[in-house]
């Protein structure tokens, strides 16, 4: 039987994917983790009235969803202050920067941005054909100076910067974001991931210009709000910019249950104040387990904790196998310079007590290897 005819950009492709979830380690292990610290969820969970409104809406599963997302652009739109012409809501951050690339950059055209950023990202540049252009972190954070001197010299057409930044937690003032905006050449998109903006310092968050083309702003229900199961994530930018998303979306891609849940959570902003106050405490014990084990915990500004264990990335890496061995769920940054520590997510008091037993027998056991 003769096979099909993929497209050469699909046959190139590697047959990975940016990340191997939980529940395929645990069937390839045998058994559950006992405490999930890996995947930078809330286990603090969603909203009460999101609950709510999720058991409400089961009942009504039958129905499609919305293709316009109207009441949760509307709300969104509110929160934010800008037209609802301004927000297009998409199938998590995910789903909205493969749209993004897709709007910007042709087959072979350089996308510039950090190594070790977030991978996902990669995945989807990668499927589009278009060219990966990476700068190395500096001093474990994105280096903006260097992304936009690559970004002018390559002539890119889409820069990628997440602030705060995922897998180190680090964070830049809003005052350099802004400098970073204002200085974008023409014809850039500078795709700014807020996915950890709701946990940051306030001064972290430039203000959203609504009326520039060139920034667009992508957040997301999965953390602070804890609705990471339902993938629902949001872009905020130009009417003509966001215009465009309309042409390439998959209009009944947001299923009714995500979209009825987050409308609920993002009307509850004092749920969200208190789930970003049980990160902070979470943040600060997953850092005193760490010094008690003799490593540097990272500032963070985010849902989790990068963990300086203090030698190379091998020795890192050995750490998270043995973690993983004693039913800790934990991953780790994987470029070079980064790949020195874990990252640990954000837990319940029970998870990170199991954390706090089962480290030290995992560095022993590390340093034994190593």
């Known amino acids: 039987m003769k096979k099909p005819i993929i497209t050469a950009v699909v046959d190139a492709l590697p047959h990975t994917v940016p990340f191997v ?27 009460p009235k999101a609950e709510a409104a999720i058991v409400a809406a089961a009942r009504e599963t039958w129905k499609y969803c919305d293709p316009e997302n109207h009441d949760l652009r509307a709300a ?9 012409e301004n927000v297009v809501i998409g199938e998590g951050i995910d789903g909205l920067l493969g749209l993004a690339v897709k709007i910007a950059a042709d087959p072979g055209t350089p996308v510039v941005t950090s190594d070790g950023a977030y991978p996902t990202f990669n995945f989807h540049v990668a499927v589009q054909g278009a060219r990966l252009v990476k700068v190395p972190f500096r001093d474990d954070r994105e280096d903006l100076d260097a992304l936009l ?3 002018v010299r390559e002539q890119a057409r889409v820069l990628y910067v997440s602030n705060p930044n995922n897998p180190m937690g680090s964070w830049w003032p809003a005052k350099e974001l802004e400098r970073l905006i204002q200085a974008l050449p023409a014809g850039l998109l500078l795709l700014l991931d807020e996915a950890y903006c709701d946990t940051a310092p306030g001064d972290s968050v430039p203000a959203i210009d609504s009326a520039n083309p060139q920034v667009l702003r992508l957040r997301t229900f999965s953390k602070a709000y804890g609705l990471a199961g339902a993938r629902i994530g949001y872009a905020v930018g130009e009417a003509g910019l966001i215009a465009n998303f ?19 959570a993002v009307e509850d902003q004092p749920h969200l104040a208190a789930a970003v106050a049980a990160i902070a405490r979470s943040r600060e014990r997953i850092a005193q387990i760490a010094r008690a084990s003799g490593l540097e915990p990272l500032p963070s500004a985010t849902n989790f904790v990068a963990v300086d264990c203090g030698r190379d990335g091998n020795f890192a890496k050995s750490v998270l196998d043995e973690l993983i061995a004693r039913d800790v769920f934990v991953r780790k940054p994987a470029a070079p310079g980064l790949d020195r520590c874990i990252r640990i997510s954000c837990g319940l008091d029970h998870e990170l007590d199991i954390l706090a037993e089962v480290l030290p027998a995992a560095l022993d056991a590390a340093r034994k290897a190593t």
Request: hydrophobic share 40%.
């Open 21 to 47: 979830g939980p529940e395929q380690m645990e069937r390839q292990r045998g058994r559950p983790f006992r405490a999930r610290l890996g995947a930078n969820e809330s286990a603090f969970g969603p909203s």
């Open 246 to 264: 309309e042409k390439v979306r998959n209009h009944y891609g947001i299923n009714r249950t995500g979209q009825i849940a987050a409308l609920a």
């Open 149 to 151: 001197a690559a970004a």
């Open 76 to 84: 969104v739109a509110r929160l934010h202050r800008v037209g609802i």
